[in-house]
C-alpha cells in the first residue's frame, strides 16, 4: 500500500532514551504555561526537559497525578507537532462530572510540575518529503487533538500531500484552534481545507450545521477536493456515533479498511454482540499462571477470574506500561506468544493485531494454562 502508512502493528514506545530502571519510563514535566482554549478547553503548555522526550504526531501523553488520595491516569494527544513546536502540549476538555479533566484546569497553574508517561500509541504515521497524500480527517470535540500534531507535521514535512478536515462542534464557542486552523488555512494555502460543522449554528453562521448524518456525510464529501482517489487516508477520532456514520459511509463507497484510522477516547456503547459474545467464555475463567516478558525481565503471575492480566501483575508491584485500563490506548500491549487469551474490550486493537495475536493486558484475561504475553 502507496500510502496507507499509519501503524497498526508497531508497539514500541516513542522513547528512547530510556534509564537503566526497568519499566515504562516516567518524567516530571514542568507547566509552562496555560492557554484558555474555549470556555471549557485548555492546552496545558509543558516545558521540553533537558532529557528529550522523544514522540510521533497522534500519539498522547499519560498524566498521572494523585486526586483525592489517589493515583489517577489519563491519555491526552499530544497537539504539538515534534516538527514545529519546540514544547509539548495537550488540550483537555472537561467532561461533565469528570475526574482529571475538571481537575486539570481547576488546579494546574504555571509552575506545576506533572508525571507523566513516555509518549505511547498508534494513531501515527512516518512523515516522509516524497509522500504525496491526502489525509482525510473526521475529528469531534476534543477529537481534534491529535489531529492537529498531524496537520502541522504533514504541512511542513510533505510539501506535496494534502490535508482536509470535517470538524463538528456543540457550538461556534466549543471550537477549540479555530484561529490556529485559520491562519494555517492561509500561510498553507489549497493544502488545508477545513469544514466546520455545528449542532448549534448561529444566524449568521455561512458553514455546515447538523448532526453528522449520512446525508449530512454526502454533502461534504462533496466538498472535499480529489474525494476517493488512491492516495487518500482516512483518519477519525470524535464521539462514537459519529465515528460509526463515518465507518458506514466508507464502507458504502468500498474504502478499503486498511485506509480507515481510528482513535477512540472513550468506551463505545453500540457494538455490544461481541461483548456479549465474549461474556459467553466468561465461565471457562478460572485462576491461570500468566508468564509475562518486558523489557528484559520474565514474570509469572497467578491471574484470578474477576482479575486482568494488568491488575494482577499491578497488585504484585510489577511496573508495567498502562495508561486507559479500558481497552482503548493499546499502552498496555503485549503479543501473545502462547495460550488463549479473552478480552473484555478489543475496540483497540484492529483486526488484523488480533489475527498475529495482539492482546491488551488491561482487559485480557488468560483462558489457557500456557499463556506468554511479550510486552514491547
Ligand atoms: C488515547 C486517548 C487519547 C485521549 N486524548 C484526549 C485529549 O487529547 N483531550 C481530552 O480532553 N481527552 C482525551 N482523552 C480522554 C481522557 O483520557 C479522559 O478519558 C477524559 O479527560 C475524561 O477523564 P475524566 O477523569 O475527567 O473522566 P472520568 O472520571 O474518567 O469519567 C467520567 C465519565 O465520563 C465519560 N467520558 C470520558 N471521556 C469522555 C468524553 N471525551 N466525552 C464524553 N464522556 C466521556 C466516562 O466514560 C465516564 O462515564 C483521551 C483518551 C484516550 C484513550
Ligand atoms: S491501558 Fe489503554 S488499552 Fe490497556
Known sequence: MAFGLFKKKENTPAASNKTESRGPHYYDL?????????????TIVFEHPAEKVNYKSGQFLTLIIPIQGKEVRRAYSLCSSPFTDSDLAVTVKRVDKGLM?????????????VKVMEPMGQFTTEFKTDNKRHLIMFAGGSGITPMMSIIKSTLTQEPNSICSLIYCNRDIDSIIFKDAFDQLQTTYEGRLHVIHVLDNAPMNWQGYSGLLNPEM?????????????????????????????????????????????????????????????SAATDNELKTR????????????????????????????????????????????????????????????????????????TCVGHPLTDDVVIEIG
Open 101 to 113: 479533566s475538571n481537575w486539570l484546569p481547576d488546579n494546574l497553574k504555571a509552575g506545576s510540575k
Open 289 to 360: 499462571e500468566v508468564t509475562i516478558r518486558y523489557d528484559g525481565q520474565e514474570y509469572k503471575v497467578s491471574v484470578p477470574p474477576n482479575s486482568t492480566i494488568l491488575e494482577t501483575a499491578l497488585d504484585q508491584g510489577i511496573d508495567l506500561p498502562y495508561s486507559c485500563q479500558s481497552g482503548l490506548c493499546t499502552a498496555c500491549r503485549g503479543k501473545a506468544l502462547s495460550g488463549k487469551v479473552k478480552l473484555d474490550e478489543e475496540e483497540g486493537l484492529s483486526q488484523s493485531e488480533r489475527n498475529e495475536g495482539y492482546v491488551l
Open 217 to 277: 456525510l454526502k454533502k461534504l464529501f462533496e466538498r472535499i477536493p480529489e474525494w476517493g482517489i488512491d492516495n487518500s487516508t482516512y483518519l477519525m477520532c470524535g464521539p462514537e456515533g459519529m465515528m460509526k456514520n463515518v465507518e458506514t459511509l466508507l464502507e458504502q463507497h468500498s474504502i478499503p479498511k486498511e485506509k480507515v484510522f481510528k482513535e477512540s477516547f472513550v468506551q463505545g456503547t453500540i457494538d455490544k454482540d461481541s461483548k456479549a459474545e
Open 30 to 42: 514542568a507547566v509552562k504555561n496555560i492557554i484558555n482554549e474555549t470556555k471549557d478547553a485548555i
